[in-house]
């Protein structure tokens, strides 16, 4: 048996020995071109005229594309509302306008100079707050509902209000956005992308080109991460590279450079909540009314799913009786934001975390106790505002179990003791939780299928809809594979994801991917592993696979199989803002302690405790990986990545020099990670998702900053922005000490 089991990541050794094959580590075919753009510098505008002046003539300049070359310009994985050219006014700051094909740099360069695009300038809407102050949204408001909040709130013991601000995240994947499309006979592509979607990136392609998708084929192989970033937004530069290769009938070659694809790709949705919480004096949430509202960018792209999910976690791990989730995506002048690991959910979760260290701050209590007096029971007090019951809950032995591993009671006690007496630093502690739901919350999103090919030899070919992109679904595949059909691990192979060999599928992304394609190859290798019971019980029992396989040849039995998985028990209604969108729910507690200059603002992250509920792991040292690089990429979000724009909306941290991601550096020197024995029976081999939900456990880092400020806010109830940078520290620990000068003096 391979499942549960420490199998190396399928790629480890090709990773570090550098022999890993990346886009651009494809060979150059003969006559291949190199396609780039011309993107829009600003952030509202309408095109006057464009002058191509000799850029034709250039030496190596192959062809210059506008949206006129399109057989049809509208994509989009929601509303196809996002022309991939522009064709009169650019509507954010990096808005592809002129595709060029040459056959160097140089040429490219070249092209760029000699082209003349004439802009008028229009004002554009750059925030939230403009974007609301405009009535500029993207689709409904959508709601939420249960119980009655107005009389809740107005009967409340204790009531606060605030607005809590988060803030957008570049994905950084190390792979920029890549693509090569390789023209074939009669018109047809053969397309290698980045893509989390090769479904989506065919779709797109053989719409904007006014060919049959069966005309185009889209492979890929794995991504150097993507992290959400290339679940919508690879498309792009594939089309472009198909436009090309399909005009020209050259091979075509697209890799964006670091800093393009910084300026140029949509990002984490920064949001700005408006909360209204009403609750007891013990503590106990009675009333929460809540409006979201997202920063879209320009076009929909994934925001109102981003934003359904960031509206099914406002409650997170609590239950509130009474609650009202409004849900408003903005629309912006700015790169369309789109899928970015967690989807929603850390933006819904972050808020509600504040609030409970706002009420704890409030109440004079301890969060923990504040939060165990919400935390969904398991009995009672367990359905979601969305009226989902929530089964096999783990959240209080989570919390119960990480508070005694990581001595909280103690640690607290020393962390106010230290704040007492130290007049140069400053210590938060804060253990917070996550209950992230598994599965799209697009129904029909929830299926995949698998094709199994046993060959002569009793090796496998397993290839799904899944896409690799360093996460190790392909590794957990294979060992599902293997038991499944009795064979031996080192027989079996994950095929590169193929359009050509698994069609419709739904974008690795949710989590979900080993579940739904996970659940499909076990399903496909069932009905094999069916036969050769059959032709084993006639032949006798004790034959190894390859032998059956032999026989089952000679007895013309299949020996190939496709298999389908659809999640099942979902049913998920806007109009009622009701149902059951989610099969189960990956849980977690994190518990962080972080130590601030009271001088500079410097935050470390002193130690960090982890504890999840991630079922069976069906590979643990895999899952250990994504637990501690989710926790580390939320670690950035919360603390140190700052996207930062100009008045007109230009993007100034849009290389690693400005734009601080973790590093080895800003981990904590404690670091504890684990997670509780316990099955999730609804799930492949009793496992649960794990991509996405530690991710949402670094906002205990965050907590943790906001409970130290509260040492030294006179009292008052701390505020802070996400992400907690050093400089939003400093400003806050300055505006409190001018504000408790002001009260002695
Ligand atoms: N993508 C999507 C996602 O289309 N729907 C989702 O619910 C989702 N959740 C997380 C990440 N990507
Ligand atoms: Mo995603 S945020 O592409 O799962």
Not at 143 to 155: K, N, P, Q, S
Not at 207 to 214: A, K, N, Q, T, V
Not at 273 to 278: H, K, Q, T
Not at 721 to 737: G, H, K, Q, T, V
Request: charged content about 20%; aromatic content about 8%.
């Amino acid at each position: 048996m391979y499942i549960g089991k420490d199998v190396p990541h399928d790629s480890a050794r090709g990773h570090v020995t550098g022999q890993s094959m990346y886009i651009d580590d494809l060979p150059p075919m003969p006559g291949e071109l190199l396609v780039d753009f011309i993107w829009s510098p600003l952030a509202h505008a309408r095109i006057r005229g464009i002058d191509f002046g000799d850029a034709l003539a250039l030496p190596g300049v192959v062809a210059l594309y506008t949206h006129r070359d399109l057989a049809h310009n509208a994509l989009g994985p929601i509303l196809h509302d996002e022309p991939l050219l522009v064709e009169e006014v650019c509507t954010f700051r990096g808005q592809p306008i002129v595709v060029i094909a040459a056959e160097s740099r140089q040429a490219i360069a070249a092209a760029k100079q000699a082209i003349r695009i004439d802009y008028e300038e229009l004002k554009p809407i750059l925030t939230i707050e403009d974007a609301i102050a405009a009535q500029s949204f993207i689709g409904d408001t959508r709601y939420i509902r249960r119980g009655d909040v107005e009389t809740a709130l107005a009967a409340a013991e204790h009531v606060i209000d605030g607005i809590f601000r988060s803030a957008g995240q570049d994905h950084f994947y190390l792979e920029s956005q890549a693509a090569i499309v390789y023209p074939g006979e009669h018109g047809s592509l053969t397309v290698h992308s980045s893509t989390q979607h090769p479904t989506e990136v065919q779709e797109v392609i053989a719409h904007l080109l006014g060919i049959d998708m069966s005309q185009v084929v889209v492979n890929t192989k794995r991504m150097g991460g993507a992290f959400g970033g290339k679940e919508a937004q690879a498309s792009h530069p594939a089309a472009m590279a198909a436009l090309v290769a399909r005009t020209t009938r050259r091979a075509a070659r697209i890799v964006y450079d670091k800093d393009s694809d910084m300026h140029v790709t949509g990002k984490r949705h920064p949001f700005q909540n408006r909360y209204r919480v009403g609750f007891s004096r013990g503590g106990e949430i009675t009333a929460l009314k809540v409006d979201l509202y997202s920063d879209g960018g320009a076009y929909a792209d994934l925001s109102p799913a981003v934003m359904a999910r960031a509206m099914t976690h406002a409650e997170n791990a609590y239950f509130i009786p009474h609650i009202e989730i409004r849900g408003t995506v903005c629309r912006t002048n700015l790169p369309p934001n789109t899928a970015f690991r967690g989807f929603g959910g850390p933006q819904g979760v972050s808020n509600i975390e504040n609030i409970l260290e706002e009420i704890a701050a409030f109440l004079k209590k301890d969060a923990l106790d504040v939060r165990r007096a919400n935390c969904y029971g398991v009995d009672t007090r367990n359905t979601t505002p969305y009226e989902q019951v929530v089964e096999n809950n783990t959240l209080p032995r989570l919390f119960t179990e990480l508070e005694e591993r990581c001595d909280y009671r103690a640690r607290m006690s020393a962390v106010r003791t230290f704040n007492d007496s130290s007049p140069t630093q400053l210590k938060g502690l804060s253990m917070t939780a996550v209950k992230f739901g598994i599965s799209f919350n697009t129904k029909f999103l929830n299926q995949a299928n698998a094709l199994v090919n046993v060959y002569l030899d009793g090796s496998v070919q397993v290839s799904t809809g899944a896409t690799e992109m360093g996460q190790g679904v392909n590794t957990k595949i294979r060992q599902l594979v293997a038991d499944t059909l009795g064979v031996a691990l080192e027989r079996v192979v994950v095929m590169q994801t193929s359009t050509e060999k698994n069609n419709n599928t739904s974008a690795t992304a949710a989590s979900s991917a080993a579940d739904l394609n996970g659940g499909a190859a076990v399903d496909a290798c069932k009905r094999i592993r069916a036969r050769l019971d059959a032709i084993a019980s006639k032949h006798g029992p004790s034959l190894p696979f390859e032998a059956l396989v032999k026989l089952a040849y000679q007895e013309r039995v299949s020996l190939g199989e496709r298999g389908f998985y659809a999640t099942p028990r979902l049913d998920w209604d806007w109009t009622s803002g009701r149902g059951t969108p989610f099969l189960y729910f990956t849980m977690g507690t994190a518990c962080a302690e972080v130590l601030i200059d009271r001088f500079t603002g410097e935050l470390k992250v002193l130690r960090a405790d982890v504890l999840m509920d991630i079922g069976r792991p069906i590979n643990p040292g895999v899952d250990r990986g994504q637990l501690v690089g989710a926790f580390i990429q939320g670690l950035g979000w919360v603390t140190t990545e700052e996207l930062r724009y100009t008045d007109a909306g230009e993007l100034l941290s849009h290389s690693p020099t400005t734009y601080k991601i973790p590093n080895i550096n800003d981990l904590p020197p404690e670091f504890h990670l684990d997670w509780i024995e316990h099955d999730n029976p609804v799930n492949v081999a009793g496992s649960k998702a794990v991509g996405e939900p530690p991710l949402l456990m670094a906002i205990s880092v965050w907590c943790a900053v906001k409970h130290a400020l509260g040492f030294v806010s006179n009292g008052e109830i701390a505020k802070l922005r996400l992400p907690a940078s050093n400089e939003e520290i400093l400003s806050r620990l300055m505006e409190y000490s001018r504000k408790g000068a002001a009260a002695i003096g």
